[in-house]
C-alpha cells in the first residue's frame, strides 16, 4: 500500500516535577531542603531515511507520541530524562501544522494548513515537538528567611498538535503522460526502476523514480507519475495526488503517443498536459520542458511527429521508441546535460 500523504497527531512528553524533598540523615534529622528537579520530557523527531519511499507506517500509527520525563527526588536528584522518539520518514515530507478556527458566521470548525517544514536531505533530522521542561525542585526556593520550602513547579507540558505529511517525489526530471503513453516503460530504459508494466491504461499507480547513471560520472534521477487525465487539475481522476510528484522537478518531459495508436491526437494531448500542469500552479508552467514523441515503431508516428514540430516550433522534441529502444541514448546525452550532477 502506497501512502503519499497522512493527518497525525503528536505530543512530545511531559517535564517531570520538581520533588519538595528534605535532607534526612543521621546526624541530620531535620536537613536543608534538596528536592531535585523533574526530567525533561522526550521529543518527537522525524529523521529522513532513504530506506522508505512512503508513509505507510503512519497509517497504522498516526499518534506520535514520547516518554515523559520523571519526578526530581532527593539528594538534589534530577528525574529521568524521557526518551526521544525517531519516526523515520522519505525524503520530500513537506509538513504542515493543522489550525482550527471558528466562523464567526456559521460556528462551523475551520482547519488551516499552515507550512511547518520542508524534509529533502538524507539524514536530515527535525524536531516535530520538543518536550516540556522539567519543574523546579524545593532547593530552589530556599533563602535566609525561608530555610524549609515546600514549594516546587511542576514539569511543562510537551509539545503538541496535528500535521498533515504529504510526500513529493524528489526528482531531477519528470515524465508527464496520459494514461498508457509507455511512461513506465521509457523510465526502464532510462534507468534501473522497475515499475509494473502493462498494457491497459492506469498501470502506474505510484509514483516511481529512477536513477540515471550517465558515462560521465554523473547522475540524474527521474520521475514516474501515473497517467494524467483532462481535469487533473481540479482534482478529476486524483489528479492533485499525482501533480505533486512533479513539484519538485527541475524539468518536465511530457511523454505523448505519437502514432495516435488509442484514437488521441498527440498535438491536442500536448497542449492539454500543458493546460492541467499550468491550472495546478503556475511556477510549474515556467520549468524547463521538452516533448518525448513515443511510439515511432507504429504507423502515422512520423506524420504526426511532424505535425507537433510545427504546432511547437520552439520546443525540443525526441521521436522516440520506449519499446525498441530507439532514440534513447540521444535522450539520455540530453538529460545528461540538463540535470546530470557529479556522484559522490
Not at 157 to 185: M, Q, W, Y
Not at 241 to 259: K, P, S, T, Y
Not at 292 to 297: E, I, M
Amino acid at each position: 500500500m502506497f501512502v503519499d500523504q497522512i493527518k497525525v497527531y503528536a505530543k512530545a512528553g511531559r517535564g517531570g516535577d520538581g520533588s519538595a524533598h528534605f535532607h534526612r540523615g543521621k546526624f541530620r534529622p531535620k536537613g536543608g531542603p534538596d528536592g531535585g528537579d523533574g526530567g525533561k520530557g522526550g521529543d518527537v523527531i522525524l529523521m529522513v531515511d532513504n530506506s522508505t519511499d512512503s508513509l505507510r507506517n503512519f497509517f497504522f500509527n498516526a499518534k506520535l507520541a514520547a516518554e515523559d520525563g520523571a519526578r526530581g527526588s532527593g539528594a538534589q536528584m534530577t528525574g529521568r530524562s524521557g526518551k526521544n522518539v525517531i519516526y523515520r520518514v522519505p525524503a520530500g515530507l513537506l509538513i504542515s501544522r493543522i489550525e482550527e478556527t471558528e466562523d464567526p458566521e456559521t460556528g462551523e470548525i475551520i482547519q488551516t494548513k499552515i507550512p511547518h517544514a520542508d524534509l529533502t536531505a538524507v539524514g536530515q533530522e527535525y524536531v516535530l515537538c520538543k518536550g516540556g521542561k522539567g519543574g523546579k525542585g524545593n532547593v530552589h526556593f530556599k533563602s535566609p528567611t525561608h530555610q524549609a520550602p515546600r514549594e516546587f513547579t511542576p514539569g511543562e507540558e510537551g509539545e503538541l498538535g496535528f500535521f498533515h505529511f504529504e510526500l513529493r517525489s524528489i526528482a531531477d526530471a519528470g515524465l508527464v503522460g496520459f494514461p498508457n503513453a509507455g511512461k513506465s516503460t521509457l523510465l526502464t530504459k532510462l534507468s534501473g526502476a522497475k515499475p509494473k508494466i502493462a498494457n491497459y491504461p492506469f498501470t502506474t499507480l505510484q509514483p516511481h523514480v529512477g536513477v540515471m547513471e550517465f558515462s560521465d560520472s554523473r547522475r540524474g534521477t527521474v520521475a514516474d507519475i501515473p497517467g494524467l487525465i483532462e481535469g487533473a487539475h481540479a482534482n478529476v481522476g486524483l489528479g492533485h495526488d499525482f501533480l505533486r510528484h512533479i513539484m519538485r522537478c527541475r524539468v518536465l518531459l511530457f511523454v505523448v503517443d505519437a502514432a495516435g495508436s488509442e484514437a488521441r491526437d498527440p498535438v491536442t494531448d500536448i497542449e492539454t498536459l500543458r493546460t492541467e500542469v499550468k491550472l495546478y500552479r503556475e511556477e510549474l508552467a515556467k520549468r524547463s520542458w521538452c516533448i518525448l514523441a513515443n511510439k515511432t515503431d507504429l504507423p502515422a508516428a512520423a506524420e504526426n511527429i511532424e505535425r507537433l514540430k510545427e504546432r511547437f516550433k520552439r520546443i525540443k522534441i525526441f521521436p522516440i521508441s520506449a519499446n525498441e529502444g530507439e532514440g534513447i541514448e540521444k535522450l539520455r546525452a540530453f538529460l545528461s546535460e540538463k540535470i546530470g550532477v557529479e556522484m559522490d
